[in-house]
């Protein structure tokens, strides 16, 4: 699976858009971006995943940029309670395991 | 609410007893996991099953015994642990592989500590 390269820690003020950036520059063709969060104490929560298109749902937006080795997830108007660690990670669709592999995510952190 | 359940939620051990952690999903999936997470470490998969069979064991130690009678549980046993074994750990499930595997729900975890 391809390695992903995430930003440490970002701030965000609450009621702004955030931003998280995620490069998978050795991305192959079958594989999916996928985003986690892990709010402190509490297992991770699937957010969204794409293969080449933006996608959006009710809790964001994934854009992947053309040539597929950047992408960002887009928390539109973030809150307090979006503080956590967020992960992005590279699959290949279609394996047979489910293998997820957690990196060390960033840290957003949601001021007032 | 994530739909998957893990009893008890806090354990302490000492390294000659034996327990169990038990997960319970209630999303009708058929694929479930184990995870260690570490302090200051990613999260690990320790084990995963499909349909109650284990497709994964990722170079797990012996003194951790997973079971999974049915798509809805799964255990995993523990006996003569280390203190570095003292950890978060975690169980997910999600559907079959093939469909969607990587949207995995977890649960809430059990946090280890062993004394």
């Known amino acids: 699976d391809a390695k992903t390269t995430q930003p440490t820690s970002m701030d965000c003020a609450e009621g702004r858009a955030a931003n998280l950036p995620c490069n998978h520059s050795?991305?192959?063709?079958?594989?999916?971006v996928y985003w986690y969060r892990q709010i402190h104490s509490q297992g991770p929560q699937y957010i969204i995943h794409g293969l080449k298109n933006n996608e959006t749902n009710e809790m964001a937006s994934l854009i992947i940029t053309e040539d597929r080795k950047s992408s960002t997830l887009i928390l539109p108007h973030a809150t307090l309670r979006d503080t956590a660690v967020y992960y992005c990670i590279v699959i290949t669709g279609g394996t047979s395991y489910g293998k997820l592999t957690f990196g060390q995510g960033t840290i957003l952190t949601v001021h007032p | 609410e994530t739909g998957v359940t893990q009893t008890p939620r806090h354990l302490v051990m000492g390294m000659t007893n034996k327990k169990s952690l038990k997960c319970e999903q209630h999303l009708g999936h058929n694929a479930m996991y184990w995870y260690k997470q570490s302090a200051k470490k990613p999260l690990e998969l320790m084990f995963v099953y499909n349909f109650k069979e284990q497709t994964e064991n990722n170079s797990v130690p012996s003194r951790f015994s997973p079971e999974c009678p049915n798509s809805s549980h799964l255990f995993l046993h523990l006996h003569t642990l280390q203190p570095e074994d003292s950890a978060l750990y975690l169980c997910a499930s999600s559907h079959v592989p093939g469909t969607d595997p990587y949207e995995q729900y977890f649960g809430p975890g059990t946090r280890l500590t062993v004394t």
């Open positions: 050795t991305i192959s063709g079958n594989e999916y």
